[in-house]
């Protein structure tokens, strides 16, 4: 048996008498109103718990990242201005040493240091000391290093 389509007012001819009015269509359409809202009535939208504490985990991070960001730029341009006067330092340095061993000689100046009493290096008595250096902090571990980090994020 041959399947009927599903659209059937192809074959079916409407004279002009049978036409629908449009006129009485849209009053149809204007006649059904939604009903009003009462004045004391309050909208209570149903909220997630879970779908706020996302919202909340997003937002936390959000900000931890933005403060780590600040930090990182501080930190960043702190290096680059101490790589600058690092090097600037280094200059200077070449600049005195240069200065410093065009202007004596290591001969004249053994000379008056000698006439002027002070004995050779190898002729001064020496004095041995104990120093006690202190021990370094140990590092934090695990999550303890992990607590460390966002402490120090805040800090």
């Not at 008595?125 to 120093?131: A, D, E, L, P, S």
Request: proline share 5%; glycine share 4%.
């Amino acid at each position: 048996m041959a399947k009927q389509s599903d659209v059937r007012y192809i074959n079916h001819y409407v004279s002009g008498s049978l036409a629908y009015r449009q006129e009485e269509k849209s009053r149809r359409k204007s006649n059904a109103q939604l009903p009003k809202l009462k004045p004391n009535q309050k909208i209570v939208i149903p909220v997630d718990p879970l779908a706020m504490i996302g919202i909340v985990l997003a937002f936390v991070l959000m900000i931890t990242m933005i403060v780590s960001v600040v930090h990182w730029n501080q930190a960043q341009k702190e290096t680059e201005a101490l790589k600058n006067y690092v090097a600037a330092l280094q200059e200077e340095n070449l600049r005195l040493q240069d200065t410093y061993k065009s202007g004596y000689d290591p001969d004249e100046i053994r000379e008056i240091a000698l006439n002027m009493g002070m004995i050779p290096a190898d002729q001064a008595t020496h004095i041995q000391m104990q120093v006690v250096v202190p021990q370094v902090e140990e590092q934090p571990e695990g999550w303890a290093a992990v607590w460390a980090f966002i402490l120090g994020m805040f800090a």
